[in-house]
């Protein structure tokens, strides 16, 4: 996947967010990855969370994860930029639902 972040142009970021590879990863973060029994959400949080890797997964961590992967690649938010307004509200969307 080509590599984007806050200093492209927004034009950039807007094509990016809209390709195939990109709207695909987003589709398919609760699929399990094949051969394995984690999804590719799990595995995420594995690998950014060192406490993960000991199953200390709290919903505060996911919480997080999510909202930072929904900035990221969700192309209904427009830019990468992590801003804490959204973050703090895709938390409490995610902590309800979940």
Avoid at 64 to 72: E, G, P
Wanted: net charge negative.
């Amino acid at each position: 996947m080509e590599n984007v972040d806050t200093n492209n142009p927004s034009y950039v970021v807007y094509k990016w967010k809209r390709s195939k590879e990109v709207k695909s990863s987003f589709d398919k973060l609760y699929s399990l990855i094949p051969d394995e029994n984690i999804t590719y959400f799990q595995c995420i949080i594995k690998s950014v969370w060192t406490s993960a890797k000991h199953n200390k997964i709290t919903k505060n961590m996911e919480a997080f994860t999510y909202a930072v992967i929904n900035c990221v690649l969700n192309d209904a938010y427009d830019g990468v930029k992590v801003e804490d307004g959204y973050i703090q509200d895709k938390m409490e969307d995610y902590l309800v639902c979940n």
